[in-house]
């Protein structure tokens, strides 16, 4: 009886207020610094949620547990909002450009790089797959790929990513700036004087689809539903399905998806130490896939006889479009003449596809 | 060494390869897209350079010429100049069945500037008065003046609305 009237407060323990303040942070993060708003905000409300004590939201029968079970489990929300960065991402420069294709390759390497260190570490090997996929340094996909391998470990794996990429800016410009020499960094590349034509930008996704597939099957969601967004883009006719794409299907899928990931960081969960490990290998991952991108971009400088900018390679992990405006702010910083935005709009939605592939190629191994 | 560091080791190296080998088919396949489907810039090129019909401007071109020196800078000579090429244009007449398009071009200038000329006829340009007025004005008829504009259009306020003061306004212009 007396416990009634005294609502929640007898089952406060120390992890629920741990938590809560760490919701709080990532809240905190999300509006007052704008680190990743879009995620972080739901993200953080969704921790909140999931550890007021005694309330049964993040329970398999509370609402957070039955939007988990019906949008994350089954990895439907990261792949609706991969559907709606399809409908925002434009695949121009690239089709300009196909060659910096290749430094959307090498910054993959972040991924397998982390994947094996965190096996030194002690993780086991499923484990060790979600965790390097932080590196591929795509929400969606490391939330699809993680969902599949660590569904433990989904919440902090998930917050390093998006954290990690709202802090590109942090991260990325001393390694440029330590593996490149200014004459390198003052590489003014020339703009294609013409479009990508209209058939070029239609048949280029639907090859995509075939192509990923073939290779990494596991990957065909991730690609498919990113490819079908873009072909609702390009294709012209159907401009009110491209619309919903690009507004309200994929500000609904982040919602959604923050508030379910944000549900599955409860106290006994998250407050371990491995916490910390995914946050470190995070890192790692992130660091060694700008530094892979930018020593691919150093050999195509020198391959192309100084006519690529090898400030683009670190655009390769994917973080679009923040990774390229590093980039294109780092060279403005050299040269305020220097324009290196669409070249490095190339890697980075190169980036986007390799790391699909890559996630799907790990899902393919492991699963 | 933990013991599936070589399961770890296969999956970088299968990973890696099978992300550079559809990256480079990507790469390729991009290549042979261009190639086969070239930026609509690049084929109204090509069209151009195939196709006499299609306007080039170059000295064999006289309207096309004409007009592209009439839109930098039009003048009375040049003007004519344009108008008696469009009257070429017109009475060489369609051919083919299509019109050329320097003609067309030709033809839409020489309407604006023929629609522009009209104007100027039937509505001289009107030069704003200066204001303030040069003549003397007493400040009460400006005042008058405004608070007839000011007033124009507007209801009266309600005598319950009215700002109700304690003092007269002459009290207050002196404070």
Same mark, same amino acid.
């Given at each position: 009886m007396s416990n009634e009237l005294l609502g929640a407060f007898p089952y406060i323990t120390l992890g629920n207020t741990t938590m809560m303040a760490i919701a709080l942070g990532i809240i905190y993060l999300g509006v007052?610094?704008?680190?990743?708003p879009f995620l972080l905000f739901p993200i953080g409300l969704g921790v909140l949620l999931a550890n007021l004590?005694?309330?049964? *939201?993040?329970?398999? %029968?509370?609402f957070l547990g039955i939007l988990r079970k019906a949008g994350l489990d089954n990895e439907l929300l990261p792949l609706l909002m991969f559907l709606g960065v399809g409908a925002l991402t434009d695949f121009t420069p690239l089709i300009q450009n196909p060659v910096t294709v290749l430094l959307g390759a090498a910054a993959q390497f972040g991924i397998f790089a982390a994947l094996i260190v965190a096996l030194f570490l002690g993780w086991d090997i499923d484990t060790a797959g979600a965790i390097g996929i *932080?590196?591929?340094? %795509?929400g969606p996909t490391t939330i699809f790929i993680s969902a599949q391998l660590a569904p433990d470990l989904i919440g902090p794996i998930a917050v390093a990513a998006y954290s990690y990429m709202a802090m590109v800016p942090i991260i990325q410009p001393p390694i440029m700036r330590l593996l490149t020499t200014k004459k390198e960094r003052l590489v003014k590349m020339p703009y294609p004087s013409q479009a990508a034509s209209y058939r070029a930008r239609i048949f280029f996704p639907i090859i995509v689809i075939i192509l990923a597939s073939l290779i990494a099957p596991k990957a065909a969601p991730l690609v498919g539903m990113l490819m079908f967004g873009n072909l609702l883009r390009e294709v012209g006719v159907v401009d009110r399905l491209a619309h919903t794409t690009q507004n309200e299907l994929i500000n609904v899928a982040t919602i959604f998806l923050g508030l379910t990931v944000g549900s599955t960081m409860t106290a006994e969960r998250f407050l371990e130490i491995q916490t910390l490990g995914i946050f470190s290998l995070g890192l790692f991952a992130f660091s060694i896939a700008t530094v892979t991108g930018v020593l691919f971009g150093k050999v195509m400088y020198y391959a192309t006889r100084g006519k690529i900018?090898?400030?683009?390679?670190?655009?390769?992990?994917?973080?679009v479009p923040m990774a390229a405006r590093v980039v294109h702010g780092m060279g403005q910083e050299e040269?305020?003449?220097?324009?290196l935005i669409m070249h490095a709009m190339g890697p980075n939605v190169a980036g986007v596809i390799g790391s699909a592939i890559a996630g799907g190629v790990i899902l393919g191994i492991l699963l | 060494m933990p013991e599936d560091f070589g399961n770890g080791l296969y999956l970088a190296l299968a990973g890696m390869g099978l992300v550079f080998l559809s990256l480079v088919l990507l790469m390729l396949i991009l290549f042979a897209l261009r190639k086969l489907f070239p930026s609509e810039e690049v084929k109204e090129i090509i069209e151009a350079n195939d196709n006499p019909m299609t306007a080039t401007i170059t000295d064999e071109n006289p309207v096309a010429a004409a007009i592209n020196e009439a839109e930098v800078e039009p003048t009375i000579a040049e003007y004519v100049h344009v108008e008696s090429q469009v009257q070429e244009a017109a009475l060489s007449g369609p051919n083919d069945g299509r019109i050329h398009r320097a003609k067309v071009a030709a033809i839409a200038v020489a309407l604006y500037l023929d629609m522009e000329q009209e104007r100027d006829v039937a509505h001289p340009p009107v030069v704003p008065s200066a204001w303030p007025p040069t003549q003397d004005y007493s400040g009460w008829s400006i005042l008058g003046r405004a608070s007839i504009w000011g007033s124009q259009g507007r209801r009266p306020q309600a005598y319950n609305q009215r700002s109700q003061s304690a003092y007269p306004p002459r009290s207050r212009m002196r404070e």
């Amino acid at each position: 009886m007396s416990n009634e009237l005294l609502g929640a407060f007898p089952y406060i323990t120390l992890g629920n207020t741990t938590m809560m303040a760490i919701a709080l942070g990532i809240i905190y993060l999300g509006v007052a610094k704008r680190y990743e708003p879009f995620l972080l905000f739901p993200i953080g409300l969704g921790v909140l949620l999931a550890n007021l004590p005694a309330t049964g *939201i993040a329970d398999d %029968d509370g609402f957070l547990g039955i939007l988990r079970k019906a949008g994350l489990d089954n990895e439907l929300l990261p792949l609706l909002m991969f559907l709606g960065v399809g409908a925002l991402t434009d695949f121009t420069p690239l089709i300009q450009n196909p060659v910096t294709v290749l430094l959307g390759a090498a910054a993959q390497f972040g991924i397998f790089a982390a994947l094996i260190v965190a096996l030194f570490l002690g993780w086991d090997i499923d484990t060790a797959g979600a965790i390097g996929i *932080i590196g591929s340094a %795509d929400g969606p996909t490391t939330i699809f790929i993680s969902a599949q391998l660590a569904p433990d470990l989904i919440g902090p794996i998930a917050v390093a990513a998006y954290s990690y990429m709202a802090m590109v800016p942090i991260i990325q410009p001393p390694i440029m700036r330590l593996l490149t020499t200014k004459k390198e960094r003052l590489v003014k590349m020339p703009y294609p004087s013409q479009a990508a034509s209209y058939r070029a930008r239609i048949f280029f996704p639907i090859i995509v689809i075939i192509l990923a597939s073939l290779i990494a099957p596991k990957a065909a969601p991730l690609v498919g539903m990113l490819m079908f967004g873009n072909l609702l883009r390009e294709v012209g006719v159907v401009d009110r399905l491209a619309h919903t794409t690009q507004n309200e299907l994929i500000n609904v899928a982040t919602i959604f998806l923050g508030l379910t990931v944000g549900s599955t960081m409860t106290a006994e969960r998250f407050l371990e130490i491995q916490t910390l490990g995914i946050f470190s290998l995070g890192l790692f991952a992130f660091s060694i896939a700008t530094v892979t991108g930018v020593l691919f971009g150093k050999v195509m400088y020198y391959a192309t006889r100084g006519k690529i900018n090898p400030l683009i390679g670190a655009a390769g992990v994917s973080a679009v479009p923040m990774a390229a405006r590093v980039v294109h702010g780092m060279g403005q910083e050299e040269d305020p003449d220097t324009w290196l935005i669409m070249h490095a709009m190339g890697p980075n939605v190169a980036g986007v596809i390799g790391s699909a592939i890559a996630g799907g190629v790990i899902l393919g191994i492991l699963l | 060494m933990p013991e599936d560091f070589g399961n770890g080791l296969y999956l970088a190296l299968a990973g890696m390869g099978l992300v550079f080998l559809s990256l480079v088919l990507l790469m390729l396949i991009l290549f042979a897209l261009r190639k086969l489907f070239p930026s609509e810039e690049v084929k109204e090129i090509i069209e151009a350079n195939d196709n006499p019909m299609t306007a080039t401007i170059t000295d064999e071109n006289p309207v096309a010429a004409a007009i592209n020196e009439a839109e930098v800078e039009p003048t009375i000579a040049e003007y004519v100049h344009v108008e008696s090429q469009v009257q070429e244009a017109a009475l060489s007449g369609p051919n083919d069945g299509r019109i050329h398009r320097a003609k067309v071009a030709a033809i839409a200038v020489a309407l604006y500037l023929d629609m522009e000329q009209e104007r100027d006829v039937a509505h001289p340009p009107v030069v704003p008065s200066a204001w303030p007025p040069t003549q003397d004005y007493s400040g009460w008829s400006i005042l008058g003046r405004a608070s007839i504009w000011g007033s124009q259009g507007r209801r009266p306020q309600a005598y319950n609305q009215r700002s109700q003061s304690a003092y007269p306004p002459r009290s207050r212009m002196r404070e």
